[in-house]
């Protein structure tokens, strides 16, 4: 939500959608530059995926090679966070609060966290190469803003994308004129594990 | 039918008794193999359903208890960790991984761990070392699993071996591998079936026994897979396996192998049918005592019959030999008893009336006694019209002065014998011996219409037989008899004269009387024979009379007229 007030703040760079190969607009896609990349920040802002209701909140997260996230508690239970995926492998055990120290995401690439204890808590961290990146709003729609004119490789990712990120490359020039990029992304079908709320709750 | 008609009735009593008792008997063996073979049929057919239910939920709960099993090791964290390792070649662990699954095997008891990643792709193996590296895509369970991304089960070979195998997903927190426990559907399984459910159980494709109960000599037999197209319709059929008949049932096991899988679950059905055999040996067992008992019971029943039957049988060919004396002692109320009082009734009265007829003979001639006898003599005493003839021997006075008492009785006995025959020829009765004469009646007890005439004739034949008696007596040098013969006829007052104990058949009346005093008149006119002139009137042309007088009688005031008879038509032989 935070991305889609940017979105509008200032007027854009380039502009475009993302769909299904239905044409079906994909919500919670992200858009960034995959090349050239810029000089990353020196120090990008801390992020914060936090675990409310057995939830990881935000369930995806794009951010900035080099940021570093927090992983505060609000449940009243533990929770234990870990990542196996090879861009950043990583284990916060059991833990409540802000006990948690914050992870330096140094690589890019997705990175799938869950809990230990939680089967069906999961979130995606989505380690990018610059700030340049966009997440397509509900109806598939992003804006990327601030990029000085030139060309740039675009490219479009999802979680249940069957593609990968450079597979889905497309070269943009920026200019005055805003910029028109679409994106056409074949999904798998989403398949939401079950949640369970409550102690007594049934699988 | 001719063969039973002549048994005797005791033989026939035996075998309806036998035959009867051998028709229940074996009636009764038939419908129970009938009904209890039906029964056990049915009743083995429903145990062979119910081991091939118990066989599907067995699978069941073991999958589920697989599967539940699956879970909980692949939500182990550390497994989890060691798993993602293989997302970095370089970290990755292959050793820990094979480690952690025979550690797992162990753990749980099962006989089959294989881990793959993500896509489907061996990781590790125990046992199957030698399939690392392969992939598994395509083999259940895990085709299922790779496709919901969640726990699936199946019934697949290994090597030969059937196992029941589930894939469940690792999670972290995306599916990041497989794991795949299997348990092994062996020779152990299809023995703890058969103790549970008394059922042989062999696990069998078209190709080949995978598991069995059986021992190893049985289950190798070709015919176990032959007769699998005969039994696979769900129907049991019953088949011979080494000499002992067995109730088959193949049933379906949802299984991936290359061809369907059938558990062939089969139940002795001779050992079914022993207890009926045991029944069946009981009933005939019984049914012998039945019969040597209805055997004995139809001696004793047939003795009780028989033997007064034949004491009766006995008693009846007494009959015959003139024993009237034999009585029966049967002291029954049944019929056998009513027959033997019958018999002795019938004994006693034929022996009465032997007694009475031997008593009468004695006195009167048996036409008279029969007469009596058979009732055609009204004994209380009728009017009747007969003809009655008294004869005498002239001069016997005289010759019993002369004779020998030994010599005369012989003489008169000899004499009689011809008078009683001459009488009897024309039948007559002769109803008296007056000493040196008798007394005969012609027309009673028998009524005869000619009794004038057969009197007639019987004085002609005693006339007859007199004179070749002289003759003998002239040979023998002692003067011929002479004798009289007076004949009247008359009614007469006929029946039973005198007290019980003797009682005789007689007639009275003036008839009587005047043929005596007829006779007595032959001394007068020197004739042999003299008739009434009532006699003479009914006599036919070929008797020739001779002189008529009339004569004054004894006793009556009126004259008699008499008639001579001098000879007459030939007397009977």
Not at chain 1, 26 to 37: G, H, R, W
Not at chain 1, 116 to 135: E, Y
Not at chain 2, 124 to 151: M, V, W, Y
């Amino acid at each position: 939500m935070i991305f889609s007030a940017r979105v509008y703040a200032a007027a854009p760079a380039v502009a475009g959608s993302v769909s299904g190969t239905d044409g079906a607009p994909v919500n919670d896609a992200v858009v960034f530059v995959q090349s050239p990349v810029p000089e990353p920040d020196k120090s990008p802002p801390m992020q914060v995926v936090d675990q409310v209701n057995k939830t990881f909140v935000p369930g995806l997260l794009p951010i900035v090679v080099g940021t570093a996230v927090r992983f505060p508690n609000h449940d009243q239970i533990h929770h234990h966070v870990y990542s196996f995926s090879p861009t950043k492998t990583f284990e916060l055990p059991l833990y409540k609060g802000e006990a948690a120290a914050p992870v330096v995401f140094d690589k890019v690439g997705a990175v799938k966290i869950g809990c230990n204890i939680h089967d069906w808590m999961s979130g995606i961290i989505l380690v990018l190469p610059s700030r340049h990146f966009a997440v397509t709003d509900s109806s598939g729609h992003f804006a990327l803003n601030d990029l000085p004119a030139g060309t740039y490789t675009l490219v479009a990712w999802h979680a249940l994308s069957k593609l990968k990120p450079e597979e889905t490359a497309q070269s943009v020039q920026v200019g005055a004129e805003v910029a028109n990029v679409n994106f056409k992304l074949p999904l798998t079908p989403a398949r939401p594990r079950a949640a369970m709320h409550g102690t007594r709750a049934e699988p | 039918m001719r063969w039973w008609d002549t048994r005797s009735l005791r033989a026939r009593i035996f075998i309806a008794f036998s035959v009867l008792i051998l028709a229940v008997l074996l009636a009764t063996l038939g419908l129970t193999q009938l009904i209890v073979g039906r029964d056990t049929g049915r009743t083995l057919s429903r145990e062979l359903r119910t081991t091939g239910q118990v066989f599907q939920s067995l699978l069941r709960e073991r999958a589920i208890r697989l599967q539940t099993n699956s879970t909980l090791l692949a939500s182990d964290f550390a497994l989890k960790r060691v798993f993602a390792t293989h997302f970095d070649p370089s970290s990755y662990d292959s050793e820990t991984l094979a480690s952690a699954g025979l550690s797992y095997r162990q753990r749980i008891g099962v006989q089959l761990v294989w881990m793959t990643d993500e896509k489907g792709t061996l990781l590790a193996a125990s046992p199957g070392e030698g399939r690392i590296g392969q992939t598994l895509a395509g083999f259940s369970p895990l085709k299922d699993a790779l496709q919901s991304q969640a726990p699936a089960t199946a019934v697949v070979e290994v090597d030969n071996e059937l196992f029941q195998m589930v894939a469940v997903p690792v999670l972290g927190p995306d599916v990041i591998g497989f794991l795949m426990l299997g348990q092994v559907i062996d020779d152990h399984v299809a023995e703890r079936l058969k103790q549970d459910t008394h059922s042989d159980v062999t696990f069998l494709t078209d190709s080949g026994v995978l598991a069995s109960s059986w021992p190893e000599s049985t289950r190798n037999d070709p015919q176990l897979i032959r007769m699998l197209p005969e039994v696979r319709q769900q129907n049991p059929r019953l088949l011979n396996m080494s000499g002992e008949r067995y109730l088959s049932l193949a049933l379906p096991v949802v299984a991936n192998l290359e061809m369907p899988l059938y558990v062939l679950i089969q139940g002795s059905y001779d050992r079914a049918l022993a207890p009926l055999h045991t029944l069946q040996r009981r009933i005939a067992i019984i049914g012998m005592i039945a019969l040597a008992g209805a055997l004995v019971t139809g001696i004793i029943l047939a003795g009780g019959i028989t033997g007064p039957v034949r004491l009766l049988v006995n008693a009846m060919h007494e009959i015959p030999r003139g024993n009237l004396r034999h009585r029966l002692r049967i002291e029954r109320n049944d019929e056998i008893g009513f027959l033997s009082r019958s018999f002795n009734e019938m004994a006693a009265g034929l022996e009465e009336r032997e007694h009475i007829k031997d008593t009468f003979g004695r006195f009167v001639s048996r036409d008279v006694a029969e007469a009596v006898l058979s009732g055609r003599v009204p004994l209380a005493g009728e009017r009747r019209e007969v003809s009655i003839l008294f004869q005498d021997i002239r001069g016997f006075t005289a010759l019993s002065e002369r004779l020998d008492p030994v010599v005369l009785l012989r003489l008169l006995n000899q004499f009689f014998t011809e008078v009683v025959a001459a009488v009897e020829a024309e039948g007559g009765v002769v109803k008296q011996f007056t000493g040196d004469g008798v007394m005969a009646l012609f027309g009673a007890p028998q009524s005869r219409a000619d009794h004038t005439e057969r009197a007639v004739r019987a004085a002609l034949g005693i006339v007859t037989r007199l004179a070749s008696l002289n003759v003998l007596l002239q040979n023998n040098g002692a003067a011929p008899l002479q004798i009289g013969v007076g004949i009247h006829t008359g009614e007469v007052v006929a029946g039973l004269i005198g007290p019980d104990e003797r009682i005789e058949y007689g007639v009275v009346g003036e008839a009587v009387n005047l043929a005596s005093r007829i006779e007595s008149l032959t001394k007068e006119l020197t004739a042999t024979i003299l008739v009434s002139r009532e006699i003479a009137a009914r006599l036919g042309s070929e008797f020739v009379l001779g002189r008529t007088a009339l004569l004054p009688v004894k006793g009556t005031s009126r004259p008699v007229e008499v008639v001579e008879v001098l000879s007459g038509p030939l007397p009977a032989p």
